[in-house]
């Protein structure tokens, strides 16, 4: 759905468009009221800014929610995003390894009382196994934390594939990137990349990306921010690994001031396994 087009929806046909995202009347209800958005960039700061799900709102959304590693039930469109998003895990392609996420997803649910919940999209299962050992062991406080934020992850991925940019309206970001990888002389492709700005309460993300071909993000974040603090964080250790090459940097993460709220601010990032380097770009 166009942009241009939820942003004129009446509230019902509106809320029925997003809640797929993740069915939590709250979220539903702020995303709506949140219109009209400039850009899809600008509903996705929005959205990202939502406090975040109470243990109820967790526990509703979850029973929905199908467990890792078994193909969603259904004809709903938020049973088409689970089979979308779980296609790309390839649990499927080895018996071994979908037989260890059923057994731990068995164990998290003696454990938690709740289906094991993880943002599949863009993990492997050997890495959904890593995560399902790590949180086994977390006291009920941190986990519930950390399943809001995840599902809040989810939410914001669906959200995005949802809501499509209008041409017209798909403008440059505030902020952008561009990420170069010195040691091949070659653009830093699959990059992901985090933005944040430095509130009263702490830091809030507002914007995500993925570094394209040319390794650049030109929607990063909103297509405005005001003067202050902010910071982009880089997953080198991911962009590496994927290419079994060993770094010293698991994650490279700038800091920088927004002195100009007219002026556009280009963070670009030179890398190399063992050494990193940056400048305020044009």
Known sequence: MLLSIFNTL??????????????VDRWVDAVVDGRPYASREALLAHAAQIPAFTDQEIAAALAHHPRIGEKPKGDSAEAE?????QAGVGVDRDAQLAQKL????????ARFDRVFLIRAAGRS??????????????????ENAEVADQLAQIALLRLEG???????????????????????????SGVKVTLEANTDS?????????????????????TEVA?????????????????????FFPAVVIEFTVADALAHYHVPLLISPFAYSTYRGS
């Open 202 to 222: 702490g830091w809030q993300e507002i914007g995500r990306g993925e570094t394209d071909d040319d390794g650049r993000i030109k929607n990063l974040g909103p």
């Open 162 to 188: 949802i809501v499509e940019a209008d041409a017209a309206g798909d403008t440059r970001s505030h902020i952008t990137t561009h990420v170069l990888d010195t040691g091949t002389g070659r653009p830093a």
């Open 81 to 85: 995003l689970s089979r979308s998003e």
């Open 102 to 109: 059923a057994e731990g997803n068995a164990a998290y649910e």
């Open 227 to 247: 003067i202050g603090h902010y910071r982009c964080t880089f997953d080198t250790g991911a962009y590496y690994g994927s290419k079994g090459t060993e770094t």
């Open 10 to 23: 009446e509230p019902v046909e509106a809320a029925a468009a997003v809640r797929p995202a993740v069915d």
């Open 125 to 142: 299962v050997p890495e959904i196994l890593e995560n399902l050992e790590r949180r086994l062991g977390q006291d009920e406080a941190t």
